[in-house]
């Protein structure tokens, strides 16, 4: 059963019979709040920002008031990642849920997907998780988890809560007495995790496990001790300071050395996390990553072998290896737009058992429709196991295309580009999905809007490298011909 501890706060300190002792001096009363919070901070499906100039404690507990207002819960969890501001943001919250009269909960420093598992698996109207996940360390961010594992966003939800912020106008904290329960619930987690498996098939591995200094590190330790695994740990300690890369698995240059250690070490695979843990890239036994799209088309390949029945999705940037699996196995699928939020609703919608995202999510039904780094890891090592395969092996299967990693360009207006672009490419099959993709034949590209900064991202994918060199650089040259500069 889950540890829990009792934490009475008064007046802002709070002492704990139990493994946690914690500080409010960074929230303690009167404070004046700030009533022109920045805006741009309230996205789609989250909230975010640099700390403490656009998200501080104050706005965190202003935030956590107006989601009381909007959700009204009885029963908050709240989280936070490694983040050097996620522990000051993640007290405000539970305070301003405290001081409103519900019961909180404090489950410490987990993973983004233990905190969907928290909403989905135990007795929470809300669960609250603060990261920011793989962005820089000055950032930090709010996610909202409904009872059950959906997030709140999408359909206007953060906006109407950022609404809410502005008319509250709170001046001061309230210093309510109250009791926060401390909640461990890793061990239930890596129960979760294996339960998609069956441990007993699982070979012995060397594996190298880069955790970013994000979350994942403690997380992977205690995982590592029911497999037969040997463990090789680089940057697992958590660390908000991210002193050796980003914690942002998708840029090659951030695996670089997982890349030189898997080789070093002999192992059999390496295994990159994000800094909140739900995003996972792996590298196989000579060092060579594995794409987004390879690793849906491997995981899509297994739970349609064991049944062809099964719904699946995958986002508009998955490569053509997901589509040639689908047709394998005349799967129903259907594509959905770039981003956890879309995903997690198309899941319930379709009623779809598995999900893919090119950008390392994978989402699974009997995971409440969401994401998870390492419930994809052991499904990988179960099915090389029972295959008694090479990672490389099973990677070569789906390796048929070359793309390109995703390019970010600066524009003044991502809808005038787009436009443009489009006109370029009148004689050719468009959809607009998400973004606009463009089908070339022997060649295909999606440039989409980013959703936060005035940015075109540009995925190419093509059957030969020296059709992917032409068609990336006819694409950059209309990109770049209208001024603008790639970053």
Avoid at 1 to 20: D, Q
Avoid at 75 to 86: H, I, Q
Avoid at 230 to 236: A, F, P, R
Avoid at 462 to 470: F, K, M, V
């Amino acid at each position: 059963m889950p540890h829990a501890a009792v934490i009475s706060l008064m007046a802002g300190r709070a002492s704990a019979e139990g493994p946690l002792e914690m500080e409010m001096q960074s929230v303690q009363g009167p404070v004046l709040y700030n009533l022109c919070m920045d805006k741009s901070i309230f996205r789609a499906y989250d909230i975010r920002g640099v700390y403490p100039t656009e998200l501080n404690e104050q706005d965190a507990y202003q935030i956590g008031r107006a989601v009381f207002e909007y959700a009204k819960p009885k029963k908050v969890a709240v989280g936070r990642d490694a983040r050097l501001s996620a522990p000051v943001i993640h007290q405000a919250m539970m305070r301003a849920f405290l001081d409103v009269g519900c019961e909180v909960t404090d489950l410490g420093m987990i993973g983004s997907d233990m905190a969907v598992f928290a909403a989905g698996a135990y007795d929470f109207d809300l669960v609250v998780m603060v990261t920011a996940s793989h962005n820089p360390k000055e950032w930090i961010g709010i996610k909202l988890i409904k009872r059950g594992g959906a997030p709140i966003g999408g359909a206007g939800e953060i906006q109407e809560i950022a609404d809410l912020v502005g008319k509250l106008q709170i001046t001061s904290y309230k210093l309510q007495s109250g009791q926060i329960k401390y909640l461990e619930i890793l061990p239930e987690w890596i129960e979760h995790i294996l339960s998609f498996i069956s441990s007993e098939v699982i070979r012995s591995y060397k594996i190298v496990v880069d955790a970013g200094n994000g979350v994942a590190g403690p997380i992977v330790h205690e995982l590592a001790k029911r497999l037969p695994i040997e463990l090789t740990e680089l940057y697992c300690e958590p660390d908000g300071n991210f002193p050796n890369h980003q914690p942002s698995p998708i840029e090659p240059q951030n695996t670089a050395d997982l890349c030189r250690k898997v080789v070093e070490v002999g192992a059999d695979l390496g295994v990159a996390f994000d800094g909140d843990a739900d995003r996972v890239f792996l590298v196989d036994e000579k060092g060579q990553r594995v794409t987004g799209s390879e690793m849906t088309a491997i995981i899509l390949d297994e739970v349609l072998t064991q049944d062809p029945a099964r719904v699946v999705l995958y986002n508009a940037i998955c490569g053509w290896n997901v589509r040639d699996v689908i047709a394998k196995h005349r799967a129903t699928a259907h594509r959905t737009r770039v981003g956890h939020g879309y995903i997690k609703k198309d899941m319930r919608e379709f009623g779809a058992y598995f999900a893919g995202e090119h950008s390392g999510h994978y989402f699974f039904k009997d995971n409440f429709c969401a994401d998870s780094g390492l419930i994809p890891v052991v499904i990988v090592l179960a099915l090389l196991s029972v295959r008694e395969q090479k990672l490389g092996e099973v990677v070569a299967e789906h390796r048929r295309y070359v793309s390109i990693p995703e390019t970010n360009f600066r524009v003044v207006d991502t809808k005038v580009a787009i436009e443009k672009l489009v006109q370029h490419y009148v004689d050719k099959e468009i959809d607009r999905l998400d973004g606009v993709t463009i089908q070339g034949g022997d060649w295909w590209a999606n440039i989409r809007p980013s959703q936060t900064e005035p940015l075109l991202r540009l995925n190419v994918e093509a059957t030969t490298p020296e059709i992917l060199e032409r068609v990336v650089a006819e694409l950059t040259e209309q990109i770049t011909a209208l001024d603008r500069v790639s970053v």
